[in-house]
């Protein structure tokens, strides 16, 4: 039986969520669709071709955030872009480490020059917008590879933790207010500082 490249895409991430990236495999992929491995060569030449497409699939998920609106600040597009790829991201197991290591596919440049010039029009250099936006895809990466391997609210780990802090004062501070902090809050406060601080660079070129 023939399968075609999106619905071994849609089987690869159901797989994915049921059993993570370690024990995804090309013959788990078959196996579901009821194939013989080779089918799926045709269309993927490793795994890690496949891992490539699988990454895209996700992406495609925060299509609508990574081109500009109409008249909307670099700031406003950075924080939405940012929001829209940790998003996707977090849709599926183990997002952050499928997207870990991989380049930008050559068939989507044409959204990366949209957000170059985008930043560009403010007064960044070319380098600097891609710096910029390359400091943020890796802080989200590390936020959402934080997020879905951390330890239960409450596990004897982070109680361990918080009895050991209560001998350093400043810090037993720091970390009931971090406690107090959800996944998301975290994320937006580091976003806005990296935004914040492009803002101030911009304003005042570092010599």
């Not at 849609?10 to 049921?18: I, Q, R, S």
């Not at 939405?80 to 499928?98: C, E, K, W």
């Not at 936020?143 to 239960?152: D, K, M, R, T, Y």
């Not at 050991?164 to 996944?183: F, M, T």
Request: hydrophobic share 45%.
């Amino acid at each position: 039986m023939k399968v075609d490249r999106q619905r071994i895409l849609d089987t690869a991430l159901e797989v994915l969520n049921e059993v993570g990236i370690d024990a995804l495999s090309t013959r788990a992929i078959a196996q579901r669709l009821g194939v013989q491995q080779p089918a799926l060569y045709w269309h993927f030449k490793n795994k890690q071709a496949l891992l490539d497409a699988i990454n895209g699939e996700i992406l495609a998920r925060a299509a609508d955030a990574r081109t500009p609106r109409p008249d909307e600040t670099w700031q406003a597009f950075l924080r939405r872009n940012a929001r829209g790829f940790r998003a996707a991201l977090l849709s599926y197991r183990d997002g952050a480490r499928v997207h870990a290591g991989t380049e930008a596919a050559p068939d989507d440049l044409d959204h990366v020059e949209i957000q170059i010039r985008h930043l560009t029009a403010a007064g960044f250099s070319p380098g600097e917008a891609l710096q910029l936006f390359v400091a943020i895809s890796r802080y989200i990466v590390g936020c959402v590879l934080e997020e879905q391997a951390s330890p239960i609210t409450g596990s004897a780990e982070q109680a361990r933790l918080d009895e050991a802090a209560r001998a350093y004062p400043a810090l037993a501070e720091a970390i009931a207010y971090y406690r107090r902090s959800d996944h998301e809050g975290l994320f937006e406060r580091g976003l806005e500082l990296i935004v914040k601080g492009a803002e101030a660079e911009l304003k005042t070129p570092l010599s």
